[in-house]
Nanobody, 115 residues
Framework: QVELAESGGGWVQPGGSLRLSCEAS????????LAWYRQVAGKQRELVAN???????DYTDSVKGRFTISLDDAKNTVYLQMNSLKPEDTAVYYC?????????WGQGTQVTVSS
């Protein structure tokens, strides 16, 4: 069973940056797709960014040009670089990994953007 662990969340002022990390307990090479989601209390979980191994990346419109998803197989880690953060980016951020059998989720990391 693979476990995912997010880190890098915290408090940041508007306009600031954070880099979230999601490290797998085993090799990331088993996953054909990786994604970041976020959720605000009382709302549905929202897809923020996703990447298909060997293929494209995609972003929700509200983060295009500000967020970047990337993968380092050597470190078994997927990242979400978040720049020009806005208060509306405040949420719990989750990573998701998909292999041929099932989806895996991390426990989430809180991101708070406020002055």
């Amino acid at each position: 069973q693979v476990e995912l662990a997010e880190s890098g969340g915290g408090w940041v002022q508007p306009g600031g940056s954070l880099r979230l990390s999601c490290e797998a307990s085993g090799s990331m090479r088993r996953f054909y797709a990786l994604a970041w989601y976020r959720q605000v209390a009382g709302k549905q979980r929202e897809l923020v960014a996703n990447m298909v191994r060997g293929g494209s990346t995609d972003y929700t419109d509200s983060v295009k040009g500000r967020f970047t998803i990337s993968l380092d197989d050597a470190k078994n880690t997927v990242y979400l670089q978040m720049n020009s953060l806005k208060p509306e980016d405040t949420a719990v951020y989750y990573c998701k990994a998909l292999d041929s059998m099932q989806d895996y989720w991390g426990q989430g990391t809180q991101v708070t953007v406020s002055s």
